[in-house]
């Protein structure tokens, strides 16, 4: 993007009908970090990068506990998203105090992206510039929502946010399906690997990561490193594992192939082309 006469004011509206300040946001949180959520009939699984900016510095915080049955990962302006989260914890309380039970999680997303579309209508406002996963559960399940700069929201499945989101979308538009009569170890599993493709090669640490979890009959909370590590491992384990077994059949079928005459070793060709595939 570049400047132009139309972005000088959240309130100028573009020729082509567009609001450059609001697209300005929505593109700080496609440079921010990744947010990854997931959500089954149950649980729902909130996994985020935190890498430091130097190695004398702590990292920011991504993920953020609401209230008991709500949290929250953000992608983009860090400074912004404390302001929401803090206007959630408030509303939540609000709510609890009034009603004697807990806020709905639905309900808690319209009000935010209420929020945010004002910002999107008011001169002296500019968007927020960071986008929101909210996770939760209520007397309905569990639920997971996004929430854009924009003032719109949607709920997910399964949805990633942030600096090289696209390689975990493509994992997590592969395993969806299974999502909802997952496990809450399984959603780990599947959070934390989608956390590995948007390191680009780079190794999966806990001291990178952050992994928070949810659920009906559990409340929000943020794993330690030490639980996270012990999962990554145990999780590269049975990658190592299941690589090893697999060589040894390999050879056998290689060491069969060459002992069949010519049409045999025709076949073991065609066999040995379709084998890489199917691992």
């Given at each position: 993007m570049f400047r132009n006469q139309y972005d000088t004011d959240?309130?100028?509206?573009?020729?082509a009908g567009r609001l450059f300040q609001v697209e300005y946001a929505m593109e700080a949180?496609?440079?921010g970090s990744a947010a990854i959520g997931l959500r089954s009939k149950s649980h729902v699984v909130l996994?985020?990068?935190?890498?430091?900016?130097?190695e004398l510095s702590s990292h920011?915080?991504?993920i953020f506990k609401v209230d008991?049955?709500?949290?929250?990962?953000?992608?983009?302006?860090?400074?912004?998203?404390?302001?929401?989260?803090?206007?959630?914890?408030?509303?939540?309380?609000?709510?609890?105090?009034n009603y004697e039970s807990p806020l709905p999680v639905g309900r808690l997303v319209v009000q935010l992206a209420d929020k945010a579309q004002v910002c999107t209508q008011r001169s002296w406002k500019r968007p927020f510039g960071v986008g929101?996963?909210?996770?939760?559960?209520?007397e309905s399940g569990a639920h997971l929502y996004y929430n854009c700069p924009s003032g719109n929201y949607f709920e997910y499945q399964a949805f990633a946010i942030g600096s090289r989101s696209q390689a975990a979308k493509t994992y997590l538009e592969r395993r969806f399906e299974n999502f909802m009569d997952s496990s809450r170890d399984d959603l780990i599993k599947d959070a934390l690997i989608a956390v590995r493709e948007t390191l680009q090669g780079e190794t999966l640490k806990s001291s990178i990561c952050t992994v928070a979890v949810v659920g009906v009959d559990e409340a929000f909370h943020i794993l330690d490193q030490e639980t996270v590590q012990k999962l990554i491992d145990a999780f590269e384990?049975?990658?190592?594992?299941?690589?090893?077994?697999?060589?040894?059949?390999?050879?056998?079928?290689?060491?069969?192939?060459?002992?069949?005459?010519?049409?045999?070793?025709q076949d073991g060709a065609a066999d040995q082309g379709v084998a890489p595939m199917d691992m």
């Open positions: 959240v309130t100028t509206w573009s020729p949180v496609k440079q996994a985020c990068v935190n890498k430091a900016n130097s920011q915080k991504k008991d049955h709500i949290g929250v990962a953000i992608a983009g302006l860090t400074a912004d998203g404390r302001v929401l989260s803090r206007y959630m914890r408030t509303e939540c309380i609000n709510y609890s105090f929101l996963l909210v996770g939760g559960t209520d384990i049975v990658g190592e594992t299941a690589a090893a077994s697999a060589e040894p059949d390999a050879a056998a079928e290689e060491g069969a192939a060459a002992d069949q005459g010519a049409g045999g070793d």
